[in-house]
C-alpha cells in the first residue's frame, strides 16, 4: 500500500482515505470540483425546451449561413464585376436581420444549456464568417445532444 491518501476501488474509481478528523471518504474527482456524472446538466422537464431552442438556432444558422455565402460568392461579385447593386441588397439585407434573430437564438439556446459566454459570442460570431455558421452549427448541435444524453441517457435511445 502506498504512503499517497488516495487509493483507487476495483472499477477504478479513486477514492481519498477518511481525513484524520473523522470524515467520510469522497470521490477525488469531487475534491476536485468534478461535478458527478448522475448530476443531470439539464433537468428532464427542460430537455423538450432545449431541443425546441436547438432547433430554432439551426435554422437560424443555415438560414444565414447560405445568405451570407450567396451575398459573398454571388452578390458581392456582381456589384463589383457586373456592376448591379440590387443583388446586395436583396442579399445583405435579409442577412443582417436574420443575423440578429441569430444572436437571440444563440443566447437562448446558450442560456439553456449553460454555455459559458464565450462559447456563446463565439457562436454568434461564426454568422460573420462564410461557411463557419455551418462548421458552429454542427459545433453546437453535437455539444446539445451530448449534454441531452448526459442529462437522461434514455433520451437519445
Same mark, same amino acid.
Given at each position: *500500500? ?13 477514492? =481519498? /482515505? ?5 470524515? =467520510?471518504? /469522497? $470521490? +477525488? ?8 456524472? *448522475?448530476?443531470?446538466?439539464? $433537468? ?7 431541443? +425546441?431552442?436547438?432547433?430554432? @438556432?439551426?435554422? *437560424? ?15 458581392? $461579385? *456582381?456589384? @463589383? ?24 437564438? +444563440? ?16 457562436? =454568434? ?10 462548421? =458552429? ?11 441531452? +444524453? ?8
Amino acid at each position: *500500500m502506498s504512503d499517497s491518501p488516495e487509493g483507487t476501488v476495483d472499477d477504478g474509481t479513486s477514492w =481519498a /482515505q477518511p481525513s484524520m478528523d473523522g470524515s =467520510a471518504a /469522497q $470521490p +477525488a474527482s469531487a475534491r476536485a470540483g468534478f461535478v458527478h456524472p *448522475m448530476t443531470p446538466i439539464i $433537468p428532464p422537464d427542460e430537455i423538450p425546451r432545449v431541443r +425546441a431552442a436547438l432547433i430554432r @438556432y439551426r435554422v *437560424m444558422a443555415y438560414t444565414v449561413g447560405v445568405l451570407l455565402v450567396a451575398l459573398m460568392l454571388f452578390a458581392v $461579385p *456582381m456589384k @463589383y464585376f457586373g456592376h448591379d447593386d440590387r443583388w446586395v441588397t436583396w442579399f445583405g439585407v435579409p442577412h443582417g436581420w436574420l443575423y440578429m434573430l441569430l444572436i437571440i437564438t +444563440a443566447i437562448d439556446l446558450g442560456r439553456r444549456v449553460k454555455w459559458s459566454v464565450r462559447n456563446v459570442v463565439l457562436i =454568434a460570431l461564426a454568422g460573420t464568417v462564410p461557411f463557419l455558421s455551418f462548421v =458552429a452549427e454542427f459545433i453546437a448541435r453535437r455539444d446539445v445532444n451530448r449534454r441531452i +444524453a448526459e442529462s437522461n441517457p434514455i433520451i437519445l435511445r
